[in-house]
């Protein structure tokens, strides 16, 4: 019997990482035991539990053999579901408001925080205000026992270089110990609702009544105008502080050192002194180190001592092949993706990728690999650094958990306007579709935004004072964070949306009421940004205002999924990952959801180029709408970027995050924002802080 794959790889990584076959068998046999035989929960994050393991063991247990010698395949069961795959975790974006909850919140601290303006500068906002309003639907918060356990981060400092080490493809070391999961679903039960109309408060001078206008782009903003925090030690050589030239950084430094087991392998000192260190440095020597530990460590299994029943060329052919998606596996998603049981994605195989990989991988005239009607090609001037590895997808795909049906039965006749014929824009009688926006088809017959659509969506989103948010007794976000102690939840920004026709509907596939759902038009590229944010989107023609540039494609997460990526991620933060973002805009609007209805986009593994649009505060050139396609539902949209203004050819594109630079409470890092916005969020609690300091 062929040995299994999977434990072909384990043995091969360690190999790499300079462990012996010998030493790495009774750990392993220890791990399979203790782990009920699931092999999936010692390939998470790199194998970071058997590293752990034989770290542990190094360093004074020794070698613990308590398994008996029955054969890897015998204790490994295959056919157990795949488990969620353990990845990094990014931010769940969050637009934080100050105001006060519903009483059943019960005995959390008030909200005080402000995100698109300065708390400082706010006035209070009456909870009374005779625009709240608030509809009760007995509020019942879970029972507490069903939080998710906590990840442990305590790792000895060994443990730590040596996952580190092999953390070389931006996957940031899990937690030692692996959780339990807790399948249990959550009940939110009834909500109580608070909405919020347009909010009544003072608006500070600086940023009042912010209108759509023509702002500088980031690389025209002098130096001294960018924000004072991005100014710090691994930014002074005015190169990449995040992705730049990694040999010339100060803070992390690259040693060969000789292992106990006589091989070289790199080692990283970090010596980092503040938060962008962490945030930047770090994330880079991972990268750099797993870079030359796979360049320097014997890779062809022929130069090794493989146990000989783990020696079966299919097997090792089998293993080469998951390392670029193109070269055998017809669909680059691993063996799992022709399960027509399950309409999950994939566990994507954590292999390691040196920059000469991601170089094949990443085609450069095109990054979508034929994915898109467009080509869109990548490039760096700055350094030698590869985009990210990833999959390129060109629509949204469920992980796992995540309600969303796309059913034809279920788009109804309200749903579709199926006697329309032709463009329902020059359509005489009324579009179904169109009917429950209540304003309107959203497209002018040049295919951009009506004037007067975009501006109210960017003055909802960005202005105060016309912000709508719907507030939540027993929010998801919240108590995805903590749910023993649930904090108050922060409200979520009500928009404007769009609804496009579709299959069901009479209309022609040219019908000026799909846009979006016919992808990107426009020519983009993925560049290295001068300016420290590391990669970017551009775009290479002037653009309209108003215009649909791309989506935000990814997973498709329940916000619990979400979470749980984010704390085995949370011991270090990967700086360049992109924000998974809450699908927020109707929680709360249509009743309660269930609770794999909150949902969330996840771009880090699969996505489109969306995933490098870096964050600008405030005064981005994009802004995301949502926009509904094949499901009526609330809770599942696409969310589609628009230019908010006329963009120059060249010009970087750009969107707000929605970042709250003050909430310390996240389970991840916020990064240094180097947009170089006037309305730099960042930059003025920077201020503010030295301010206090001084
Ligand atoms: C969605 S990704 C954008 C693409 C990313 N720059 C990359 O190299 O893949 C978000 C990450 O980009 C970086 N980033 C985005 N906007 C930034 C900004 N204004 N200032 C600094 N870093 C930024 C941060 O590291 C953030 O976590």
Same mark, same amino acid.
């Given at each position: 019997m062929p040995p299994n794959p999977r434990v072909v790889e384990v043995f091969r990584t360690m190999r790499e990482i300079g462990f012996k076959d010998e030493v790495v068998k009774p750990v392993l046999k220890r791990l399979l035991k203790l782990y009920d035989k699931k092999i999936e929960l010692i390939e998470e994050d790199n194998y970071r539990v058997l590293l752990d393991a034989l770290l542990e063991d190094q360093e004074g247990?020794?070698?613990?053999?308590?398994?008996?010698?029955?054969t890897f395949d015998e204790d490994? @069961?295959?056919?157990e579901p795949p488990p969620q795959p353990l990845k990094r975790l990014r931010p769940l974006r969050i637009r934080d408001q100050e105001g006060t909850v519903s009483?059943?919140?019960?005995n959390h601290s008030p909200q005080t925080n402000g995100t698109l303006l300065e708390q400082s500068e706010l006035e209070d906002r009456d909870?009374?205000?005779?625009n709240s309003m608030q509809t009760n639907i007995s509020p019942q918060h879970p029972d507490a026992s069903t939080g998710s356990q906590p990840l442990s981060a305590q790792r000895s400092s060994s443990q730590q270089q040596v996952t580190d080490r092999i953390a070389n493809k931006g996957k940031e070391p899990m937690s030692s110990q692996v959780p339990a999961r807790d399948k249990r679903p959550l009940d939110l039960g009834e909500k109580s609702i608070r909405i919020d109309s347009p909010r009544k408060r003072k608006v500070p001078d600086a940023n009042a =009544?912010? *209108?759509p206008k023509d702002e500088p782009v980031t690389e025209e903003?002098? =130096?001294?105008?960018?924000?004072?925090? *991005?100014?710090g030690p691994d930014y002074i050589d005015g190169n990449?502080?995040?992705?730049?030239?990694?040999?010339? &950084?100060?803070?992390s430094n690259l040693e060969i050192a000789s292992s106990p087991l006589g091989e070289e392998r790199g080692v990283t000192n970090e010596t980092h002194s503040d938060d962008m260190s962490r945030n930047s440095g770090a994330s880079n020597a991972l990268c750099l180190v797993g870079t030359d530990v796979n360049k320097g460590a014997?890779?062809?299994?022929?130069n090794q001592s493989v146990d000989p029943e783990l020696q079966a060329p299919s097997l090792v052919h089998s293993l080469d092949n998951h390392?670029?998606?193109?070269?055998?596996? *017809?669909?680059?998603?691993?063996?799992? =993706?022709?399960?027509?049981?399950?309409?999950s994605l994939p566990v994507v195989p954590r292999y390691q990728t040196g920059c000469d990989e991601l170089r094949s991988l990443h085609d450069l005239n095109d990054i979508t690999k034929g994915e898109e009607v467009v080509e869109i090609p990548w490039v760096n001037e700055v350094n030698n650094e590869c985009p990210p590895s990833f999959h390129y997808i060109p629509g949204n795909l469920v992980f796992q958990n995540a309600r969303v049906k796309f059913t034809l039965?279920?788009?109804t006749a309200d749903h579709c306007?199926?006697?329309?014929?032709?463009?329902c824009l020059s359509s005489s009688s009324p579009c179904v $579709?169109?009917?429950?926006? =209540?304003?309107?088809?959203?497209?002018?017959?040049?295919g951009l935004l009506k004037e007067d659509f975009l501006k109210e969506c960017i003055s909802m989103t960005r202005d105060p004072q016309l912000q709508c948010l719907s507030y939540c007794t027993d929010c998801p976000l919240e108590r995805s964070r903590n749910e023993e102690m649930l904090e108050p939840c922060k409200g979520h920004l009500n928009r404007k949306f769009i609804k496009e026709c579709w299959?069901? $509907?009479?209309?022609? &596939?040219?019908?000026?009421?799909?846009? *979006? @759902?016919?992808?990107i038009r426009r020519k983009l590229q993925v560049f290295f940004t001068t300016?420290?944010?590391?990669w970017g989107l551009k775009t290479l023609e002037k653009l309209p205002k108003g215009a649909f540039i791309c989506e935000y494609i990814g997973e498709i997460l329940t916000i619990k999924e979400g979470h749980e990526r984010t704390m085995q991620n949370?011991?270090?933060?990967?700086?360049?990952n992109p924000p998974s973002v809450p699908?927020?805009?109707?929680?709360n609007l249509k009743g309660a959801l269930k609770d794999d209805e909150y949902l969330c986009l996840d771009a880090s593994d699969y996505g489109n180029v969306a995933r490098f649009i870096n964050h600008r505060c405030l005064d981005a050139n994009l802004i995301e709408i949502p926009v509904k396609i094949?499901?009526?539902?609330?809770h599942y949209y696409h969310l589609a970027f628009f230019t908010t203004r006329e963009v120059d050819a060249l010009e970087e594109l750009t969107w707000d995050?929605?970042?709250?630079?003050?909430?310390?409470?996240?389970?991840f890092k916020n990064f240094q924002c180097?947009?170089?916005?006037?309305?730099c969020r960042n930059m003025q609690r920077t201020n503010r802080s030295r301010h206090l300091a001084s």
């Open positions: 247990s020794g070698n613990k053999q308590t398994v008996d010698e029955a490994i @069961q295959d056919e009483p059943s919140s019960g909870p009374t205000s005779t =009544l912010i *209108v903003m002098p =130096l001294n105008e960018r924000p004072l925090a *991005v100014i990449n502080a995040d992705h730049g030239d990694q040999t010339s &950084k100060p803070s014997p890779s062809d299994s022929s390392v670029i998606p193109n070269g055998g596996d *017809v669909n680059g998603f691993g063996t799992r =993706l022709g399960d027509s049981e399950s309409c039965s279920q788009i306007c199926a006697s329309c014929v032709g463009n $579709c169109v009917a429950e926006t =209540l304003y309107g088809f959203a497209y002018t017959p040049d299959r069901k $509907c009479g209309c022609h &596939k040219q019908c000026g009421n799909r846009v *979006v @759902q016919r992808g300016d420290g944010k590391g949370s011991t270090i933060t990967k700086a360049e699908l927020d805009a109707y929680w094949e499901t009526p539902d609330h995050y929605g970042i709250d630079f003050d909430d310390n409470d996240q389970p180097k947009c170089g916005s006037k309305f």
